[in-house]
């Protein structure tokens, strides 16, 4: 089934009022869009009636749907709410005025929960007037999307939590076109591959996991090892980095090895919130480093359990 996700934006509290004391109450209304990863439109906009002269405090209570999402847990609901002007207080000039901006705020979806229940979102709307900032509640039902809660900065807490603890298995199966970074005299390549779970800053939340070395594997190694990420709180928020590395010796002494940089093959990123929500494996071959010829790349194969994704 298509995923998609049901809105109902409820209401606002305490707008600035952008017309000030002469221009009347504010005429506010809502327009969502959902955003991906560049913060492209992928479905809306989408806006709610306008309120005429509803105050500081409107009540809307509409709902709205996004149907066909791809990857809905990677997407990004953008909220903005608006105050309707018109031109001189003449109706029919309303598409001549520019309307007034009173806050806008994001909801990662890559935090719902995979539920049928309508579960509550207090957004607080970052506002461009006196630096003040209010609170926008809105309801939101995601059906065949299967995303996870987590608490964010601009979110209150979900009603609702996964029942179980979220993870990711990950099989790493084989490396390709792999450079020689030890040269004619330096031996065969020595590889291994090094994975972390990243959050959206970058920070590590799992990891690192490291396959075996494969001593003089040359170009192509194989390595077929399993390797399970647990207790990730939101994964359809986070990006899995696969790096690949040389394992080098110093002076050819085993016992030194820890004094050794090892070289750095190539690396990619899998973005979590693109996975299906499945118990099946399924195969990624990633890029860790372009060549003239051919690529280097990893083969992995991903499975979220059926306990989160798309």
């Known amino acids: 089934m298509a995923n998609f996700l049901k809105v109902l934006v409820k209401k606002r509290q305490e707008l600035v009022d952008a017309d000030a004391a002469f221009g009347g109450k504010t005429d506010a209304y809502v ?25 500081a405090n409107p009540e809307f209570n509409e709902e709205f749907l996004f149907e066909d999402l791809e990857t809905p847990g990677s997407y990004t609901l953008k909220v903005t709410v608006l105050d309707k002007d018109s031109l001189l207080g003449i109706g029919a000039l309303d598409v001549l005025a520019a309307d007034d901006k009173l806050g806008s705020a994001t909801l990662d979806l890559g935090t719902l929960s995979n539920t049928e229940d309508m579960v509550d979102k207090e957004l607080i709307r970052s506002l461009p007037i006196h630096g003040k900032t209010s609170p926008v509640a809105i309801s939101s039902q995601a059906t065949d999307v299967a995303v996870l809660h987590r608490e964010s900065l601009l979110v209150v807490y979900s009603l609702r939590l996964s029942a179980m603890a979220n993870f990711l298995k990950v099989l790493v199966k084989s490396a390709r076109n792999l450079k020689d970074a030890d040269g004619a005299l330096g031996g065969g390549t020595d590889a291994y591959v090094r994975m972390r779970i990243l959050d959206a800053d970058g920070n590590t939340v799992a990891g690192p996991k490291e396959t075996t070395v494969k001593n003089e594997c040359g170009a192509n190694p194989e390595f077929n090892e399993e390797f399970i990420f647990e207790d990730l709180e939101a994964p359809g928020s986070y990006t899995l980095k696969v790096t690949v590395l040389d394992k080098d010796s110093l002076l050819s002494i085993g016992a030194l090895d820890a004094f050794a940089a090892d070289d750095k093959l190539g690396s990619a990123t899998l973005d979590l919130g693109t996975l299906s929500n499945t118990e099946d494996m399924v195969d990624k071959e990633l890029i860790i480093a372009d060549g003239w010829f051919s690529d280097s790349t990893v083969n992995i194969a991903v499975r979220t359990c059926g306990g989160w994704g798309n």
């Open 31 to 55: 327009r969502m869009r959902i955003l991906d990863a560049d913060g492209e439109t992928v479905a809306g906009p989408k806006e709610t009636s306008v309120q005429n002269e509803g105050g």
